[in-house]
Structures are given as C-alpha cells and as structure tokens.
Nanobody, 118 residues
Framework: QVQLVESGGGLVQVGGSLRLSCAAS????????MGWYRQAPGKQRDLVAT???????NYADSVKGRFTISRDNAKNTVYLQMNSLKPEDSATYYC????????????WGKGTLVTVSS
C-alpha cells in the first residue's frame, strides 16, 4: 500500500499564493506518476496537474501559467505551487499516485482545503 498525506492548504486572498505538499510513504517503489486533483462542493473531481518520475508535466488549461507541479523523488514528495489564485480555485485538493504495476490502481490522499476569498 501507499499512503499520501497532503499539507499546505488554507485561506488566501485573490491573487495570492499557496504551496501544497504531498508526502508519500509505504510501498513507494510502486509509484509512477503523481498528481493533484481538486473537487469543489457539488462538483466532480478534476485533474489539476500531473508529473511523471522523469519530470514530464501536464496541466489543466484553467491553471496553466499559474500553477507549477514539481517532484522530489528523494523525499517522495510532490508539490503544487499555486500563484495568482482565483475564487474558482477554491476546492479540496487531493494528491494522487499511480501504481507502476497496475495502471488501474490509484492511491489518494485525504485532501487539503484551499479557499480563495475575494
């Protein structure tokens, strides 16, 4: 099993910045790509950004140019730097890890809440 623990969420004003962290533990050798998803109340969970072990990234159009995903493989941690935050970025942010040996297997953290106030 893989455990993921997010941190760094909170309340920030429009235009502000936050940095989310996700620390992985357990059978970390099973992890391939990692990423961040978000879910606002009453809405589906959507992709924010992903990063492979070699650093290739992918972003949702809504966050391109504002968010940056990065990964420290030595620390088994993935980060999400969020700049120029907007009210529509308010959501619970979930860390995700894909299983290297079972593509259908995903691991999830419990989430961290981000609230952007206007």
């Amino acid at each position: 099993q893989v455990q993921l623990v997010e941190s760094g969420g909170g309340l920030v004003q429009v235009g502000g910045s936050l940095r989310l962290s996700c620390a992985a533990s357990g059978n970390i050798f099973r992890i391939s790509a990692m990423g961040w998803y978000r879910q606002a109340p009453g809405k589906q969970r959507d992709l924010v950004a992903t990063i492979t072990r070699d650093g290739s990234t992918n972003y949702a159009d809504s966050v391109k140019g504002r968010f940056t995903i990065s990964r420290d493989n030595a620390k088994n941690t993935v980060y999400l730097q969020m700049n120029s935050l907007k009210p529509e970025d308010s959501a619970t942010y979930y860390c995700n890890a894909r299983d290297k040996y079972n593509g259908a297997m995903n691991y999830w953290g419990k989430g961290t809440l981000v609230t952007v106030s206007s």
